[in-house]
């Protein structure tokens, strides 16, 4: 069965090669799904000012309150970060940013901000994650305050992540769907 | 073309948006639950003065406090937890806004009892400054919340700064 629908694949694709008009068209179509994911993504990162606006938890020093897999939804258009928010940040020379909570704010007169965090599951604070010698983060290195969340959903990123030869089979076979799908 | 492949698609699709429809409507289902119904804050004031000491040449407090408050009135169907914090802040003369977080508890959604009710409790971190401060100075306790919801919007609650206690630290090292 399996073999007959690939042999239905492979028939749709050659007759599209033969039609070189309908070949274009889909193409463009392809062409559109992919520029307007990336239109979306550009969007809310101009909204949030934040250069990665949803962000998948990677691990459960957050818990109970966000699980491997969750994601959260940034926004860094905010002034100030405060005490007790949840904030995802980045370590110098280091790729994957962090979520964690605030523990401690303290701020002089020009508004210039030192910060200390800690996850919610984790027994002590985050020194010894930051960069050596670094005792505080600074308000450059939040890439944003979490405002809202949605669960299970970075499942798939973490597989594709996991499984790379997942994300060509499955990028693969989207792009087939479009090009041989004909109600476009 | 009706291939099964099209019509598995389809319905990935469709159940995917559904969900996405629903976790919306969840989200925006109970915006605005927290004007009405506020946490009763009964008590939140310092108990006894551990400790006052110089640890390398920054200052570090130690102390108990007295915390009542009943927050059963802040949950709602999407909320999985409440994360419940105490923060001592304070004004020093290098920095104008210290805000230290010295207590915190989490108040999941599944645990039926949903009073905070503390009598001289140790504070579960210390209160330390940035530098050699903190004699003398005036700090505040209040008491804030964090709604962390199952799926949707995290919002914060604040006790309102005109109920919150207030208590010096000595002058002197003890």
């Known amino acids: ?184 | 073309m009706h291939t099964v492949w099209v019509r598995l698609n389809a319905v990935v699709f469709f159940g995917l948006t559904v969900l996405l429809g629903l976790s919306c409507l969840a989200a925006i289902s109970k915006i605005g639950h927290s004007y009405s119904n506020q946490p009763v804050i009964h008590t939140l004031e310092v108990r006894d003065l551990k400790s006052l000491k110089s640890h390398g040449g920054v200052d570090r407090a130690l102390f108990s406090f007295d915390l009542h408050a009943d927050f059963a009135p802040t949950f709602h169907w999407n909320i999985k937890q409440i994360f419940v914090y105490v923060i001592a802040s304070y004004e020093t003369e290098q920095k104008k806004v210290n805000k230290v977080v010295v207590h915190d508890k989490i108040i999941e959604a599944t645990n039926p009892d949903k009073v905070l009710n503390y009598k001289g409790t140790f504070v579960k971190y210390a209160l330390v400054d940035q530098g050699d401060d903190l004699r003398g100075k005036d700090i505040t306790l209040q008491l804030l919340w964090d709604h962390m919801p199952i799926t949707g919007l995290l919002y914060m609650g604040e006790q309102p700064l005109s109920e919150a206690s207030t208590f010096t630290l000595p002058e002197e090292y003890q």
């Open chain 1, 1 to 184: 069965m399996i073999k007959d629908m690939i042999d239905k694949q492979v028939l749709e694709l050659k007759k599209l090669w033969a039609n070189k008009r309908q070949l274009l068209f889909q193409l463009l179509n392809l062409a559109m799904i992919v520029f307007s994911a990336l239109m979306i993504w550009k969007g809310l990162m101009f909204l949030t000012k934040s250069e990665s606006p949803v962000v998948v938890v990677l691990s459960g020093s957050m818990e109970p309150a966000f699980q491997r897999g969750d994601i959260l939804f940034l926004n860094n258009a905010v002034e100030q970060v405060g005490v007790g928010d949840v904030v995802v940040f980045k370590i110098k020379d280091r790729d994957i940013p962090i979520v964690h909570r605030i523990l401690k704010v303290h701020e002089d007169e020009n508004g210039k901000v030192e910060l200390l965090t800690k996850g919610d599951n984790n027994r002590v604070d985050d020194r010894g994650l930051y960069a050596p010698g670094q005792l505080w983060l600074e308000r450059e290195d939040i890439l944003g305050k979490a405002v809202g969340t949605l669960r299970y959903v970075g499942m798939v990123t973490i597989a594709l992540n996991d499984y790379p030869v997942l994300k060509y089979v499955l990028v693969g076979m989207m792009g087939l769907f479009v090009l041989t799908s004909k109600e476009g």
